[in-house]
């Protein structure tokens, strides 16, 4: 056969495939721009005003609109009630399947909470929320020890009055400490190396690290380094060494585990894992794989998300001296001068209730969220959140 007649066949070929398989998908999904074959819109999504993007389709194509990236076909949703009304669904609880989570989590992307879907998900979240409310989250014996946390934040901070200072290390460093210590059930000194280590490897490498990027809608040319240079690479050293120091949290809390005193959240872990039968997510050695995801999970969900809204709180409050002033009002009514914040002042403080709601609306932490899989056939294959404007 002619190489020519090969080609023909390989196209005709290529047609009929996506005709079959693509078009009906296509004619279920949302209206959206058509994109570029095979990347789709790929490129926009990398690009680093994908958001603004993304407010162009939404005035062209409505609120609810589709893109394509790879072999990802993604309905975007951008009005708040949509959302919410959307998240409360359980046929819009899954995750998509993408390469990397799996092997992130071990070989298996259902594990942990984060980047996990169906019975698995719905156990390790229920043990999550659980173990974080025992554990300090919303509860009084947690105050003691974050105001410890906030004597310690404001003398770093005291040291610098009149000089300018880079908040990103200091709120790091008190944010991470709590965090660590609700889990494995110690704190560092703020000037421990090992504190600084953590730091470096859940905050300043998270950015790196490949979670919620567009990326992973296609993710071959990051692999392979035909975009994003190093990238890969990086995240997979950041893993590495994460690796290393949550397994040693977790081998030390194995042996030194005694059945009725539970010290952390790692224990009530461990306790589940022992009280567990065949067929559950926290049976055995798939228990152990669970702990490090969730572990892994908990520190890259909540570190660095905390510490860089305290940052975007601080850089608005400077430059809105007039809020700032009543915040302080507000406080020095409810609070006083002479006596730390309680949670018990919380439903007394409105107004600065209402400037933190602002800063998490204002700031838009995480604009694609972490995205979302429909479980179900209902013409929104896969699922981004993006909020910016919808309020
Ligand atoms: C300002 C701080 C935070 C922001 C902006 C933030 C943002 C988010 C977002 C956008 C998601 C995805 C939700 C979804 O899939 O629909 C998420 C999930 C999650 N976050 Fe946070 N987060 C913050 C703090 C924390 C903290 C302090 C923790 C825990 C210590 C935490 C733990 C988690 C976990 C475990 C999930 C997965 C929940 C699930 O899949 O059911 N986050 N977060």
Not at 198 to 225: M, Q
């Amino acid at each position: 056969m002619e190489l020519f007649q090969v080609l023909l066949l390989l196209i005709l070929g290529l047609i009929g495939w996506f005709a079959l398989t693509r078009i009906p998908l296509l004619r279920k999904m949302a209206p959206g721009p058509l994109g570029l074959p095979i990347v789709g819109s790929l490129f926009h999504l990398l690009n680093n005003d994908a958001i603004e993007e993304f407010q162009k389709y939404k005035k062209k194509y409505g609120k609810v609109f589709s893109v394509s990236a790879g072999n990802f076909y993604i309905t975007v949703v951008t009005d708040y009630r949509l959302i919410i009304d959307n998240l409360k669904k359980d046929e819009f609880q899954g995750r998509p399947d993408f390469e990397l989570w799996e092997s992130r989590n071990g070989g298996n992307r259902n594990r942990g909470v984060l980047f996990c879907e169906g019975p698995v998900w719905h156990e390790q979240r229920r043990f999550v929320l659980r173990g974080l409310r025992d554990f300090g989250f919303g509860k009084e014996s947690m105050e003691g020890m974050l105001i410890h946390e906030l004597q310690d934040l404001q003398n770093t901070l005291r040291k610098d009055v009149g000089k300018p200072v880079n908040l990103s290390g200091v709120f790091n460093a008190s944010v991470l400490n709590s965090l660590w210590y609700i889990v494995t059930g110690n704190r560092f000194e703020l000037t421990d190396p090992t504190l600084k280590t953590l730091i470096t490897l859940l905050i300043d490498n998270i950015r790196s690290s490949l979670i919620t990027t567009p990326a992973l809608f296609f993710f071959w040319p990051v692999k392979y380094g035909l975009i994003g240079r190093g990238t890969f690479q990086n995240s997979l050293k950041f893993r590495e060494n994460i690796k290393k120091m949550l397994h040693n949290v977790i081998d030390e809390h194995l042996e030194t585990y005694k059945e009725g005193e539970i010290r952390d959240f790692v224990d009530a872990y461990i306790q589940q894992i022992k009280a567990s039968s065949d067929g559950s997510s926290f049976y055995s050695e798939e228990g152990k794989k669970n702990l490090y995801s969730v572990l892994l999970d908990l520190f890259v969900a909540g570190a660095e998300t905390t510490s860089t809204t305290l940052q975007w709180c601080m850089l608005y409050l400077s430059r809105n001296p007039r809020v700032q002033k009543k915040v302080q009002e507000e406080i020095d009514n409810v609070i006083g001068k002479s006596r730390p914040p309680n949670r018990g002042d919380k439903p007394r403080l409105i107004y600065l209730e209402a400037v933190l709601n602002e800063v998490h609306r204002m700031c838009s932490l995480v604009p694609f969220s972490v995205y979302h899989k429909a479980t179900k056939d209902s013409g929104k294959p896969y699922y981004l959140i993006h909020i910016q404007d919808g309020f």
